[in-house]
Structures are given as C-alpha cells and as structure tokens.
DNA sequence: CAAAAATGAATGAGTATTCATTCAAATTAT
DNA sequence: ATAATTTGAATGAATACTCATTCATTTTTG
C-alpha cells in the first residue's frame, strides 16, 4: 500500500524530472508492484477468476511478467497472503510497542488498530477472506494463518492476563477473553465485508468496546 | 465411469431405499445430490479448483449432467449457497420455536445451535468461507449473506432487548450486544476453520458463555 | 558489449457447454 | 395383460474457449 503509493509518485516525479522513466526495476519493487495488483485483482474480480493477464495488466506490464518474478501462479498468491500477512504483523508489533505503557492502553490500541481504515478496508478484507475461503484445500495457506492467529491470540492473552491480576477480576480466565476479542475481530472484518451499509469502522469499534467494559469494567469506565 | 459402473451404484442404493431400481431420479432429488456433490468438492479442492467433471464425477454421474440441471456452472454455485443458507435458516427457526419459554433459554439455544456438530463442521464451514470469500467480486452473494445476517441479528436483538428489560441491565444496549454474539459466532467458525488443533466446538461454546455471563449476569450464572 | 529485465506471440493443458444419441419408465393402444 | 409409443433423464464425445507457462526476441542497464 505504501509501497505502492510511493512507487507511483516517484514514478512520475521520475517522468516529470527526468523524461525517462525508468523500464526497469529493482526485483523487490516489481515483486511489489505485482502483489499490489494482485490482490486488486482478488477484490475486483475473487480469486478464481484472477488471471495472470489480469495481474500484468493491471501492473502495465506484459503477459509473462509474473512467471518472470515468481515462477508459478501458485507461488504469486503465496507470497502475496505472505505480503499481506507481514504487513499487519508490522502494524500490530508497530502498535503494541508504542503505546503503552499500561497493559490496559497497550490492548486498547491494538484492537483499535483492527479498525482502522488501513486495515479494515473492504477492498483488503475482500483478499483476507479469499485466502480464508482456500483454507481448507490449501494446507500452506491454513499454516500460514495459524501461525499468526497464534502469534497475536498470545499476545492478547498475555495482556488481558495482565489486567485480571491488575484488576483481581474473578470469573474470567485470560485465555478466554483473549479468544473472545480475537474470534470478535474476525467476525466484525466480516461484517464489515458483507454488510458495509450496516456496518462501519466505529459500529465495529463500538462491539469490541463494549466487550471490554463489562469484562474489565475496572479498566475501561462508563 | 461407464454406464454399468453408475448404474450399479445407483441401482444399490435405490434397491435398499426403495425396492425398485431406478436410473432416472426426479429433479428435486437430483439437484439435491449434485448440490451436496459440489459442497464436498468445494471443501475438498477449492471453489476455483472445483470443475464441473469433478462434481458429477462425485455425484456418480456424467459430464453433461450440471448443465442439465443448472443451466450453468455460475448457477449451480447460487442454489448451492442458497441451499447452504436455507438448511441454516430452518435449523435457527426450528430452533427458535422449539426452545424456550423465556428469552434467556431461547438466545442461548440459539448459540449453541452455532456451534452443533450439523452446523460446525469444518466441511461445510469451509464452504461458508469459500463463498464468502467471493462475496466483494460478486454482489449476488453478499446480497444473500446480507439478507440472512439482518434476519438473525433482528432475532438475537429481539431476545438481548427482552434480556435488558427484564434484568433492568444498565450499560449495554440490545444491539451492541446482538452485534458482539453475532459476530463472535462468525469470528469462531473462523477459528475452528483455520486452527482445528487449538479450537474445538466446546471452546467455542465457551467464549460466547464468558460473553453472556458478563453482559447478563442475572440471566447466566456462575 | 554483456548481462539483466521485459515483452508478447505461441503452446498446450484443461474446462464449460453443447448436442446427438441411448435408454428406463410412464403412458396409451390393442 | 401385452405391445407400441412417448417422454425426458442421462450420457459422453465434440466444440470452442480460456489461461498458465514458455521462450525467442527486444530493450534497458551498467
């Protein structure tokens, strides 16, 4: 996304200054290049019905191009749910090592996080639940899935495991709550996806709130 | 393969269904069995992946015969996802009258419904999550998703509101909590899809009971 | 110039769809 | 009842088309 926006404007500014843009590039920008026009392809058009025609024209560049930079269609779509799934682990430890310092803050800020428009973006979690949708004939996308779900399910629970012993709340156990507001984040990315008229960012929001507070009501007030 | 191979299989079932062998089915009963074929494809191989030789070939019989009784590839998937939507639907309405009386019983029979091995199992969520998946690229299955989702959440408020009213629960409204169950569920099948090693339908179960018990204490004890 | 990057036409495997034909079952006639 | 006729479900080979992949050629870079 970044990457992207900015290889465009240097693109131009390129043009603009040099009047020769450069045909060429480095291999890690035309395997972004690619990825980025990869999943616009997933959400304009699903999975199934993305062809490598589709990804090279939608890059400007010609039919051979991603066998060129990835070897195999198989291979593009991995990197490309891999590309994805770094980039929200970049944003989430981004999150969690800034905010702070109190674990109640720290776990605030990443469920917020998972509503933020860079994230919870239709056109984004239109890719996510194609990749989700492959789940189950694909063994390497459910690995790579688990193994993040994983990562991030721990985390939350080291936090919300802070805040019991913090607040010496009774009645709920860490791994519980963490599972809650995992599997609640999940479930409003979806509605976010199908029911966009009902939903927005903030009703999201909202849902994830208000789970915190009659769980944690010492942490989060009114 | 042959014509003798399918019509021995066929014969066997009929014969023990009915006594009388029969090479022809009525439509209903065939369109059935290729919906089903196609839901065990999807699961098996993918939604892009599944062709219409695979699905006939899982029904037992031959190539031309989706065509025969869908018209097209693009409709059978249709039927198969209303299919899948209305099998749900009767299962919740079902349920919905049966349980009871009081509101507290009918929500909670309601949940766990979500999470009965008919329902959550990993085969037939994986079909969910393929179709889903599409939802962004082809506006015909967001609409039907959509249009169940607001039926269920309009009964899941109903039953919080009555909740509310009854237990006078002071902050939490009905449709906040509705939104959080509702898509705590969706969040949770995910999860069962994705991670069937850490999550199993009584972890599920669980953390929409840790939900209820701390938004309707007075409802759901201990 | 040599090496690297990119092109785009050609290939060929695969697949949705069509359709002439077969055949079991139901209907009608004898 | 038996035979003749009709029906429409089912088949599976043939068709038309799509698409991933390859590669000879061209362009760009250093």
Redesign the pocket.
């Given at each position: 996304m970044s990457i992207h926006s900015n290889y465009g404007i240097i693109c131009s500014l390129m043009i603009a200054a040099t009047a020769?843009a450069?045909?060429?590039?480095s291999?890690e920008k035309?395997r972004h290049q690619l990825i980025d026009a990869t999943m616009k392809c997933i959400a304009r058009k699903g999975m199934g019905?993305?062809?490598?025609?589709d990804v090279a024209r939608e890059a400007g560049?010609?039919?051979?191009?991603?066998?060129?930079?990835f070897?195999?269609?198989?291979n593009l779509l991995k990197e490309t749910l891999a590309s994805l799934a770094n980039e929200y682990r970049e944003q989430f430890d981004k999150t969690l090592h800034r905010s702070g310092p109190r674990p109640a803050d720290k776990l605030l800020a990443l469920l917020e996080l998972d509503f933020r428009p860079s994230i919870c973006d239709r056109r984004k979690l239109a890719v996510w639940f194609a990749f989700w949708g492959e789940v189950k004939s694909r063994p390497t996308y459910r690995r790579m899935c688990d193994e993040s779900d994983r990562y991030y399910d721990s985390v939350i629970e080291g936090l919300c495991a802070e805040l019991i012993a913090e607040g010496k709340y009774k009645n709920i156990d860490a791994m519980t709550a963490a599972d809650a507001l995992s599997s609640m984040t999940n479930g409003l990315w979806q509605a976010c996806l199908i029911s966009p008229q009902t939903w927005d960012r903030r009703k999201a929001t909202n849902a994830v709130m208000s789970y915190l507070r009659s769980v944690f009501p010492r942490h989060y007030k009114q």
């Open positions: 020769t450069r045909r060429t590039a291999r035309r019905s993305t062809t490598l025609g560049l010609s039919q051979g191009i991603v066998n060129l930079h070897e195999s269609k198989d």
